[in-house]
């Protein structure tokens, strides 16, 4: 009797899980019926609502259905890291992700959310240098005269970043570890009010995505130093790297991506894969990135998992090297 038992209880477990399959994947046959938001977990005008602004469009036209870009800024991105954490795995609700995603676990005591358990990561969409760049009226024109000029006026310049643990913060930490400087970081809710700041004149310094800043570079409304990637930018092979300009070994680069929460369908993950590879593929949408300073990737999930996944080690050591201390 007991074995009979038992044997009643593994068909029900079997018969459960099949029809759980059966529903998951007739869902994702039908997938998507209604519009696709797709999460900006930062204010307008950054290099990430760029970006999702770039692909959106073709992406909705393979998906057959509107893809809604939604800013969502506040908390250093969290907000609208912790909206997609915690949305239905269906497909629905999707988060351009940044790169910072893999540098908060590392800067915030407390976050609502697993960086590399809630999400199941789709594609990697652009990969970029972030660029070092001033108002036109602090009165240094490269690498090594804006050293020399920081470096006796300690905690008299400051530079802005769109909140805490962004990528662009990090980078600009990272660049005052290496030198030794001291400057004042001033917090925004996103980068593109940062960048209105910076234009202003109300901040001097500003490391920030080369999509959001060359514009205002090429117009001469921003002084560019220097690309924190390894090697020179294709779109502006004249600016040096930071590491060839005076900071030896110096790098650090962003990225862009889209994931879904954790759990969703394998289909659906796979169509939407299809469709953003498709979106960076498209001629037009790939010189669009070039033109921006940015490199189209379009990676598989396996691909974009291991990148999260080494970019949360190495920021890790990075965080704890610079002496910055978790809130």
């Known amino acids: 009797m007991k074995a009979r038992a038992r044997f009643a209880e593994c068909a029900v477990h079997v018969c459960a899980s099949l029809l759980l399959a059966a529903s998951a994947t007739a869902h994702a046959q039908g997938y998507p019926t209604r519009p696709v938001r797709l999460i900006v977990p930062s204010s307008p005008g950054g290099g990430t609502d760029i970006s999702a602004r770039i692909i959106a469009p073709k992406l909705a036209e393979y998906l057959g259905q509107q893809v809604v870009v939604d800013n969502r800024a506040g ?29 908060l676990p590392h800067i915030h005591a407390k976050i609502p959310y697993d960086a590399g358990k809630d999400y199941a990561p789709v594609s990697q969409v652009v990969q970029m240098p972030n660029f070092l760049v001033s108002h036109p009226s602090l009165p240094v024109r490269s690498v090594k005269e804006l050293i020399a000029f920081a470096r006796p006026r300690a905690g008299q310049l400051n530079y802005g970043a769109g909140g805490l643990g962004t990528n662009p913060h990090l980078a600009m930490e990272l660049l005052l570890f290496m030198t030794g400087l001291k400057m004042v970081y001033v917090p925004y809710k996103g980068q593109g009010p940062a960048l209105i700041d910076l234009l202003a004149g109300h901040v001097s310094l500003m490391m920030a995505s080369m999509q959001s800043v060359l514009p205002h570079v090429r117009s001469g409304r921003l002084r560019a130093y220097g690309v924190s990637s390894i090697k020179r930018a294709i779109v502006v092979p004249d600016i040096p790297t930071i590491a060839e300009a ?52 379009g990676s598989t999930p396996e691909q974009f998992t291991a990148i999260i996944r080494a970019d949360l080690g190495k920021w890790g050591k990075v965080i704890k090297e610079a002496g910055i201390k978790p809130e």
């Open 246 to 297: 005076g900071v030896p070994g110096y790098e650090v680069v962003q990225w862009f991506g889209v994931l879904a929460p954790a759990n969703t369908p394998r289909d659906i993950i796979g169509k939407l894969h299809a469709g953003i590879v498709r979106a960076v593929q498209d001629p037009a949408i790939r010189e669009r990135f070039i033109s921006d300073g940015a490199e189209a990737v």
């Open 75 to 103: 908390g250093n991105t969290i907000i609208g890291n912790e909206l997609v954490a915690r949305a239905a795995p269906d497909g629905y609700t999707l988060l351009m992700g940044i790169s910072s995603l893999a540098i």
